[in-house]
T-cell receptor
């Protein structure tokens, strides 16, 4: 089954404790991205990657890092999480990142930073 | 800058009645428009998209959307609502260029009552 998977699905952590949210897709997509969803704001892009070793900032990159060492994986790293990063996070992928491509989303990771 | 507005936070309809979820957009260049649905504790699922051509786009689960260039709107419709259609709906437009970024509206909660 074609899908985007994320782990963990739920995470409660404390301020300053480094964490990684994994994202993997099995569709051989070149393009992957991370969004955060906050009430009343919709989804906002954090980072995106057009291909292996090619990453760039989205609209809200502060406090986050990413890497793209393999085509299928795109982990999101919070080196020193803060309470304002409490949010629902989605990973997405599409074929080549063309504006007409459909993006496919993972199930989401709900993060709480205390 | 591209933007999307969903003017209604919540839409309530009775089962069997037609439903409309409104979306307006502001873009420079060609608009590539998308609708996604988010069921509770699930990721975003793609419903339909408008790229070019026929202004009436048909999508999954009996949904359709009408692209209206003069009114810069892309309203989501369904002739007969089901209780199972109750969910959070997002309209989105892709940013121009090759970033692949989706610009989302704030979301509209659809409540279908039996």
């Amino acid at each position: 089954e074609a899908q985007v998977t994320q782990n963990p699905r739920y995470l409660i952590t404390v301020t300053g404790k480094k964490l990684t949210v994994t994202c993997s897709q099995n569709m051989n997509h070149e393009y992957m991205s991370w969004y955060r969803q906050d009430p009343g704001l919709g989804l906002r892009q954090i980072y995106y990657s057009m291909n292996v070793e090619v990453t760039d900032k989205g609209d809200v990159p502060e406090g986050y890092k990413v890497s793209r060492k393999e085509k299928r994986n795109f982990p999101l790293i919070l080196e020193s999480p803060s309470p304002n990063q409490t949010s629902l996070y989605f990973c997405a992928s599409s074929s080549i990142g063309d504006p007409t491509d459909t993006q496919y989303f993972g199930p989401g990771t709900r993060l709480t930073v205390l | 800058a591209q933007s999307v507005a969903q003017p209604e936070d919540q839409v309530n309809v009775a089962e069997g009645n037609p439903l409309t979820v409104k979306c307006t957009y502001s873009v420079s260049g060609n608009p590539y428009l998308f609708w996604y649905v988010q069921y509770p504790n699930r990721g975003l699922q793609f419903l339909l998209k408008y790229i070019t051509g026929d202004n009436l786009v048909k999508g999954s689960y009996g949904f359709e959307a009408e692209f209206n260039k003069s009114q810069t709107s892309f309203h989501l419709k369904k002739p007969s609502a089901l209780v199972s259609d109750s969910a959070l709906y997002f309209c989105a437009v892709t940013e121009g260029g090759n970033t692949g970024k989706l610009i989302f509206g704030q979301g509209t909660t659809l409540q279908v009552k039996p």
